[in-house]
């Protein structure tokens, strides 16, 4: 078995995290408005449904200020995002 570690003890996994770290760059943050959200399990409900979509990198729900931020690769597809938080019971009213 090999490990990441290179012979001087420094990690050899650098390399991948740095090429993560470029991915990033080249995403997008979109803020929406969002009614009907009132607890952890609403935080739950939505991370779960948009954070399947493809190209969401991630998802932030905050609750009290009615907002879900979405990361997306590329351009966000508002039509699918809206779609997922109607099937998670919640209703997208525009982007924030």
Do not use: F, Q, W
């Amino acid at each position: 078995m090999s490990s990441c570690c290179t012979p001087d003890g420094s990690c050899g996994t650098n390399a991948g995290e740095a090429t993560t770290a470029t991915a990033v760059v080249d995403s997008t943050a979109t803020a929406y408005r969002v009614s009907g959200m009132t607890c952890g399990h609403c935080k739950t409900a939505i991370t779960t449904s948009v954070g399947a979509l493809d190209g969401v990198l991630s998802v932030d729900v905050d609750v009290d200020g009615g907002l879900v931020t979405v990361t997306t690769a590329g351009a966000p597809d508002d039509t699918a995002i809206g779609a997922a938080i109607d099937d998670a019971g919640y209703e997208l009213t525009g982007r924030a």
